[in-house]
């Protein structure tokens, strides 16, 4: 803040108070000094920046208050010497505003000579705020772009021309577990794995070239200990300020991420192997409760050829019953987050329900909302059989049996010193008849657990037809009427064969009242199927009965036609129950044994 010669021009006080008026519409902040630096004029500019009205300075302001102390001598060293003659110079300064805050500025100051000499200065103030800050803002980004550069964890080089490295990063020396001067200089081929280096030197040349090559790749390196490490490379080419090419690359370390991508897919084949091969079925539902995911166990469950029958379907398409209660009660548990097991039916394509266990569980979508459900599937067929199977022998055991011990006890309750020999001989019957009939189920139940252990094998059922038509007519003195019946019909069975053909053959005989009982038998091929048909004259079965035949809850079909379902059903054959002559019961029972024939 020096004088001037070229400003040192005497001004008028006219004329100084043209130049006020004039200074208070500039945008620029222009003060005047007296020559003990007071303040007797500020433009609107200055007071503006000032953050003071007029009445502050006609009271008194001096410029050293409006400056931190530290530049106070500043100030005074620089308008001593425009006092001498100095050249006027911009300064950087900070003003201080009346709310405390220091606004930077650039001054610039002269001299004001009146017709006496000296009278006072005249300074000019930019506000440099946003210009301080846009520069702070560049050092700063500055800074922190070196600093994110210098620290980054990716590697980061710029090769010239000739594949030196002209620069590199700490992040690449760490990867690799080397310095910056084992890199700076040195052919980036050094660095790479054997199997890398003819594809990585392509690309940088022809990217060098201008051609079309993938910036985004996989390449192997050579750390400094000799392991092999997998990497991504980002790269590009740029020109420096001299005009020169430069290859500029980014690389990461995926090393790790690859050991766990390898991880995570042997881990997803494990799983899916498991998935798959799994013995219960696994199925899971969308959110709308349509099947999105079958396995094979569940397709090979329900009876269907591929997953993509089922896919897309409603699950309430394919299940029959839930335990009691709706399914749709079900899927709304699993959107509250329900997890449980329960017991269900599912319809298999032919019609029939399977009993499974079901446990369910929700699935969420990542933002936890509901995607959907879960549910493994066990068959409890053979659970549900066998407890079929122990209330029956349980009901054997307490009606059949008990039935007969009756008549044993009546028959040892007669059976006394006073009694006849005709009341004894009596007695004595009941009680043989009681103890064979006994030992008669226990028989059958016998053969029939046996026969499930016995493994299937392909068995002409015709000579075993015959073989119990014989013992029938030796023991009931009867012989069926036969019907046609091929000479040789292959079936899958075992020596139970024998005990279902001849308890059918039996039941048509016990149960029938008619002082002239009828057997027919007669069977015919159909494609790859055998139907045996087995009727009688007796009184027959109305309505649901039919139907309750062979169940053994309902004690209709007594121990021997349970053995009949029992090894129907493990040969896989079926069992229909029809009017011997159609509409009228009374005619009596036709029974339908439909096998399936094997070469």
């Excluded at 709310?99 to 001299?111: E, I, K, L, S, Y």
């Excluded at 066998?386 to 009901?395: V, W």
């Excluded at 001849?502 to 039941?507: G, S, T, Y």
């Excluded at 379902?565 to 005619?587: C, W």
Aim: aromatic share 6%; glycine share 8%; proline share 4%.
């Amino acid at each position: 803040m020096t004088s001037d010669d070229s400003l040192n021009i005497p001004f008028t006080i006219e004329d100084q108070e043209i130049l006020r008026q004039v200074c208070d519409k500039l945008p620029i902040a222009v003060l005047e000094l007296d020559l003990v630096y007071n303040i007797v004029y500020a433009n609107r500019a200055a007071l503006a920046m000032l953050g003071r009205d007029y009445s502050v300075i006609e009271k008194g302001l001096n410029v050293r208050d409006l400056v931190p102390p530290e530049q106070v001598q500043l100030i005074e060293e620089g308008l001593a010497r425009l006092a001498e003659g100095a050249r006027p110079t911009f300064l950087s300064l900070r003003i201080i505003r009346s709310d405390g805050a220091q606004v930077p500025a650039q001054v610039f100051t002269h001299n004001i000579e009146s017709e006496s000499g000296l009278s006072g200065f005249v300074v000019h103030a930019v506000d440099v705020t946003r210009q301080a800050r846009v520069e702070e803002k560049l050092r700063e980004q500055g800074e922190a772009f070196r600093l994110i550069v210098e620290h980054s964890q990716l590697g980061i080089l710029v090769v010239d021309g000739q594949y030196k490295i002209v620069y590199v990063n700490d992040g690449l020396c760490t990867i690799l577990g080397v310095t910056r001067g084992d890199l700076l200089g040195h052919d980036f081929r050094e660095h790479l794995h054997p199997d890398s280096v003819e594809m990585v030197a392509d690309y940088y040349v022809r990217r060098r070239r201008g051609e079309d090559v993938p910036s985004i790749y996989e390449f192997k390196m050579r750390h400094s200990d000799g392991r092999t490490i997998d990497s991504m490379m980002n790269v590009t080419t740029m020109v420096n300020g001299g005009g020169k090419t430069l290859t500029v690359a980014q690389i990461q370390d995926v090393t790790e991420s690859q050991r766990s991508k390898e991880m995570l897919e042997d881990s997803e084949l494990r799983y899916r192997t498991l998935v798959e091969t799994m013995e219960d079925g696994l199925g899971i539902d969308d959110e709308n409760g349509n099947l999105s995911y079958v396995n094979p166990a569940f397709v090979r469950m329900l009876g269907y050829d591929s997953a993509e029958e089922l896919l897309g379907r409603p699950i309430t398409d394919i299940m029959f019953t839930i335990n009691g209660s709706p399914i749709e009660s079900r899927i709304e548990k699993r959107k509250r987050g329900e997890v449980e097991s329960y017991e269900a039916q599912m319809i298999h394509t032919d019609g029939h329900l399977i009993p499974v266990m079901v446990a369910a569980s929700p699935l969420y979508h990542a933002d936890g909302s509901y995607a959907g459900s879960c549910g493994i599937l066990t068959d409890v067929s053979d659970l549900k059989y066998a407890e079929t199977e122990a209330r029956f022998l349980l009901d054997l055991l307490l009606h059949d049996i008990g039935n007969q011990l009756q008549l044993v006890v009546a028959g040892a309750d007669l059976i006394h010193t006073e009694s006849s020999m005709d009341t004894i001989e009596n007695a004595r019957q009941y009680v043989l008849d009681g103890a064979h009939r006994c030992l008669d189920l226990i028989t059958k139940i016998r053969l029939l657990e046996e026969a499930k252990k016995e493994p299937l094998k392909p068995v002409n059922l015709v000579p075993v037809l015959h073989g119990e038509i014989l013992v029938l007519q030796r023991q009931f003195g009867m012989l069926p009427i036969l019907g046609e019946l091929p000479e040789s019909v292959i079936v899958m069975a075992d020596s139970a064969l024998s005990h279902m053909l001849w308890n059918l053959m039996e039941n048509a005989l016990k149960h029938n009242p008619e002082r002239e009982k009828k057997i027919w038998i007669s069977g015919h091929e159909s494609e790859d199927k055998f139907i045996l048909v087995i009727s009688d004259n007796g009184p027959g079965l109305h309505g649901l009965k039919k139907s309750d035949l062979f169940n053994p809850m309902r004690r209709f079909g007594g121990v021997g036609l349970h053995i009949v379902n029992s090894i129907a059903t493990k040969y896989g054959a079926s069992i229909k129950i029809e009017d011997r002559v159609e509409g009228k019961p009374r005619k009596g029972l036709k029974f339908i044994v439909t096998f399936q024939k094997v070469e």
